[in-house]
């Protein structure tokens, strides 16, 4: 048993790690590298895919450069949907805004909250990731300058009264806690926050119920939260007590000083040990709910790890070095192997025993569920602490779930380990 249970009396001596010795990203080319290793000592053009071969021995054998995908449709080329759904407009016409010169240079976000009145910019901004406020008839980041002189249309609703956090009593697994930090492993069909159309069961309304103290940064609806899980992803999150740990740890993903390790469970089996995928990752043009690879997006890079070959599938270890939405999920699709059980965009949405030991229809294990939720989890996360300085690792172990599959797997389908070097167990 490792970490706490908050649905149990709490005891139980917190999981972790500490190394103090760190190489920063900008000395990592042809050396060290916080996120990649160090046997990544190779830099890659935007837009293309890097596959890696080992021989027998464990050395490199060939680097070969993947191009392109042709004939797949844009799902298996990389698009995913976001969680949420776009705010509905109120009856009646749109909130119309005009800028001032004297608010040149301001944010958007900053100026909206103020002259709107909604006491929320995490509001302000979530209405404007989704469409709900437009400059000059445009989709816009909240994180525009104004010039002065824009219209601004806002067809969002702003706050209510019921726009507040109710505190749940939800069991939570803490890896680690003190003044400054608390860590956890995070269930699935848990999302971290409430959002569009979802209110309660989240890691906010535990984290409201167990923790007094937990940063304001982001809002009412979001204290503590730094960064994100998607809602079926399980594994290792970090949540800040105060706002000086918060604004410490969010630089540090800002800065890319945060390693984090994943592992996932990919359809198909992959041809090289090692992919190395910078695709920008971009808002569909024609649908905004959408993720796709795209020359026009944020610059986006992932390495991802053979750790395992089954028959049909793939256990792979994935090292995201940014942090895009869906990242992982839309380059694994992008190379032709989505994360199994994806029902964004993979290519089912749950796996039976049936299906894995190609059993008769009539067998009563047939139709019994092993995974109905993408095969992704947060292994372990190392950043700086925030306040003692000590570069720490968190790490949770593989969801039951997931291990559950691999193991059906490993008993019915030839495998073959990869002959790259390293640890292999997750």
């Known amino acids: 048993m490792y970490g706490q249970d908050l649905s149990s009396p709490r005891g139980t001596a917190p999981r972790y790690s500490s190394n103090s010795r760190y190489v920063r990203d900008e000395d990592s080319v ?119 002189g824009e219209s601004i249309e806002v067809h969002a609703e702003g706050p209510t009264a019921d726009d507040h956090l109710l505190p749940e009593d939800l069991p939570l697994k803490v890896i680690y806690e003190d003044a400054s930090v608390i860590v956890l492993d995070k269930p699935p069909f848990m999302a971290v926050h409430p959002g569009a159309g979802r209110r309660t069961g989240t890691l906010a309304n535990a984290l409201a119920h167990h923790f007094r103290s937990l940063s304001d940064v982001n809002g009412s609806l979001r204290p503590g939260i730094v960064h994100r899980l998607d809602r079926d992803t399980t594994g290792v999150i970090c949540v800040a007590c105060t706002n000086r740990a918060h604004f410490s740890i969010a630089g540090q993903f800002h800065d890319r000083e945060v390693e984090k390790t994943y592992f996932a469970i990919a359809e198909g089996v992959l041809e090289f040990d090692e992919y190395l995928v910078e695709e920008p990752i971009g808002r569909h043009p024609a649908n905004p ?93 190392t950043l700086f602490h925030p306040l003692k300085g000590e570069r720490m690792t968190f790490e949770a172990p593989l969801a039951k779930d997931m291990e559950a599959v691999l193991e059906v797997l490993r008993g019915r389908r030839p495998r073959s380990r990869s002959t790259h070097q390293g640890d292999r167990s997750p």
């Open 289 to 381: 709910l959408k993720m796709a690879c795209l020359p026009s997006g944020r610059p986006s890079s992932t390495r991802f790890e053979v750790v395992e070959r089954l028959d049909g599938f793939t256990f792979v270890r994935c090292r995201p070095k940014t942090g895009r939405t869906h990242q992982i999920r839309v380059h694994l699709a992008h190379i032709g192997h989505p994360i199994l059980c994806d029902r964004l965009y993979g290519r089912r949405h749950r796996i039976t025993r049936g299906e894995i030991l190609h059993l008769s229809p009539e067998d009563p294990d047939y139709e019994k569920t092993l995974l109905d939720r993408q095969a992704l989890h947060a292994a372990n996360l």
């Open 30 to 148: 042809g050396g060290k590298n916080p996120v990649f290793g160090p046997r990544a000592g190779f830099r890659l053009i935007a837009g293309r895919v890097l596959g890696r071969i080992y021989n027998q021995e464990g050395r490199r054998e060939a680097d070969r450069e993947i191009r392109a995908f042709p004939g797949r449709s844009p799902n298996e080329r990389g698009m995913c949907m976001n969680e949420s759904s776009p705010g509905t407009a109120p009856e009646g016409q749109p909130t119309r805004l005009a800028v001032p010169q004297a608010s040149a240079g301001r944010r958007l976000d900053v100026w909206l909250n103020d002259v709107l009145g909604w006491n929320s910019r995490a509001r302000v901004q979530e209405q404007i990731k989704l469409g709900g406020i437009l400059v000059d008839g445009e989709a816009v980041k909240p994180s525009l300058r104004l010039r002065g």
